[in-house]
Each structure stands twice: as structure tokens, then as C-alpha cells.
């Protein structure tokens, strides 16, 4: 099993920043893969970003230039850095730890990060 806690959201102007965390615990050896999703009211989830073990990251159209993923693994935490935040950027964030070799996907309870116009 793996738990992941997110930490970091909140409410900020347009075109600032926020941060967010996840810190991973459990069985962190199996993870394969880190990243974010957001869900905003009325859509469906959708992939922010993505961190693999080796480095590779991947980014929704959305957010390139915009968002950074990192990954600090002796801390078992993924961070997304969230610059020049647009109103549509308002969702809820969940964290995910995807393990490939039983294709399980694990979450975060969620942290909400509003942006106001």
C-alpha cells in the first residue's frame, strides 16, 4: 500500500504562484510514477503532470511553461510549482503514485487551489 498527503494549495490572484506537495509513505519502493491531476466543478479529471523514476516528465498542454514537477526522493515528495496561475487553473489538485508492474493507481485526498480574477 501506498498513502500520499498533499499540502500546499489555497487561494491566490492571477498570475501568482503556489506550490504543492506530496509526500508518499508505505510500500515507495513499487512507485513507478508521481504526478498530479486536477478536477474542476462540472469536468472531468484531467492529467496536470507526470514524474517516472528515471526523470522522464511529462505536462498537459495547459501548463507547459507555466508548471514544473520535481521529484525529491529522499524526502519520498513530489512537488508541482504553480507560476503565472490563470483563473482556469481552479480545481481541486490530486496527487497519484502509479505502480506499473500491477497497473494500481494510488491518491491523495485532494487540495483545492482557487484563483481569482
Known amino acids: 500500500q501506498v498513502q500520499l498527503v498533499e499540502s500546499g494549495g489555497g487561494l491566490v490572484q492571477a498570475g501568482g504562484s503556489l506550490r504543492l506537495s506530496c509526500a508518499a509513505s508505505?510500500?515507495?519502493?513499487?512507485?513507478?510514477?508521481m504526478g498530479w491531476y486536477r478536477q474542476a466543478p462540472g469536468k472531468q479529471r484531467e492529467l496536470v503532470a507526470r514524474?517516472?523514476?528515471?526523470?522522464?516528465?511529462n505536462y498537459a498542454d495547459s501548463v507547459k511553461g507555466r508548471f514544473t514537477i520535481s521529484r525529491d526522493n529522499p524526502k519520498n515528495t513530489v512537488y508541482l510549482q504553480m507560476n503565472s496561475l490563470k483563473p482556469e487553473d481552479t480545481a481541486v489538485y490530486y496527487c497519484?503514485?502509479?505502480?506499473?508492474?500491477?497497473?494500481?493507481?494510488?491518491w491523495g485526498q485532494g487540495t483545492q487551489v482557487t484563483v481569482s480574477s
Open positions: 497519484y503514485a502509479r505502480r506499473l508492474a500491477i497497473d494500481i493507481d494510488y
Open positions: 508505505g510500500s515507495i519502493s513499487s512507485i513507478n510514477v
Open positions: 514524474v517516472a523514476n528515471g526523470g522522464t516528465t
